[in-house]
């Protein structure tokens, strides 16, 4: 069996630290949905803007392309890894740049997913470009499967209308990137902002869904499922990356900051900020547990 980094009291938050394809190759498990933000492979040694400071785009060893047949050699694995542990209605979502997301949806198809959509997200607060000799970028991609082609898979299509104010929501969402709210204990270098995989976790799952992120960094997924009230399995290699997850599940134990992350990535109402301070006293106990010690 295998040892998790963190277990949260009610074991809806779990890490485990190592190669999510060697971890999920021995995990005998299926999940209801996965969120994916792997390498973009953009650590290129350019320059971007960072709290009006030029700061090096470069992440690390994990995200330099290592060229065109190893980058779609390693999509391929941790995919075909992650398909097996997804149920059949499972879904699948997957975050990039032009540097990775072609590769990740020639490898999708490759591995008999069906894409859904193609999500664009267009930052409201892109970083400046500095060499004024191109466009800026400001999106990235979000690429939506479902696992088996004749399965049919959830769609929260009555809430994701009424979020767009009554009216089919398109596959462009214009959503801020990481606000400071959501730096207080940290930050990881690609962070994604907690109300984009809330509308992820609301449009593709129910309440009580399990959702792995298998290069978690600094587990927004996990938080927002968890405020959500659904569980999460995150996997990371980096030691510090896991810390400031564990850091940030610990945090939301406090009530007030609870109650105030979940107003800020739903705009709920004082009856349902009331039903998150009773859900947060009386969390129940799902039967079905990871099985990881």
């Known amino acids: 069996m295998l040892s998790a980094f963190f277990k949260s009291k009610y074991h809806d938050f779990n890490l485990v630290k190592g190669d999510c394809i060697e971890i999920l190759s021995v995990l005998d498990f299926q999940f209801d949905m996965i969120f994916a933000d792997p390498p973009y492979f953009l650590s290129n040694g350019g320059f971007s803007v960072q709290s009006g400071k030029q700061v090096s785009v470069n992440k690390g060893d994990w995200d330099r392309s290592q060229g065109f047949e190893k980058d779609n050699d390693f999509n391929r694995r941790w995919l075909s890894v992650c398909r097996e542990k997804l149920k059949d209605n499972g879904t699948i979502w997957i975050s990039g ?23 664009t997200w267009a930052k409201t607060n892109p970083p400046p470009n500095l060499s004024c000799k191109f466009f800026t970028h400001s999106t990235e991609f979000i690429l939506w499967a479902r696992k088996n082609k004749k399965v049919p898979h959830y769609y929260n299509y009555e809430l994701m209308k009424r979020i767009n104010g009554g009216t089919q929501m398109r596959d462009v969402w214009q959503m801020p990137a990481i606000g400071r709210w959501e730096k207080t204990c940290g930050k990881h270098p690609t962070q994604k902002p907690l109300p984009l995989l809330a509308r992820i976790i609301q449009a593709s799952t129910k309440e009580n869904a399990w959702i792995l992120d298998p290069f978690c960094g600094s587990s927004t997924t996990g938080i927002a499922a968890n405020l959500l009230n659904r569980r999460y399995l995150g996997i990371d290699q980096d030691l510090e990356f896991l810390k400031l997850s564990k850091k940030r599940r610990q945090e939301i134990e406090n009530i007030a900051i609870r109650m105030d992350y979940h107003n800020r990535i739903c705009k709920t109402s004082d009856g349902d900020l009331q039903q998150i301070l009773e859900l947060h006293e009386n969390i129940p106990y799902y039967g079905v547990d990871l099985p990881i010690k």
Do not use: D, K, P
């Open 97 to 119: 740049t032009y540097h990775n997301i072609f590769s990740v949806a020639q490898m999708l198809n490759e591995l008999n997913f069906r894409i859904l959509n193609c999500i």
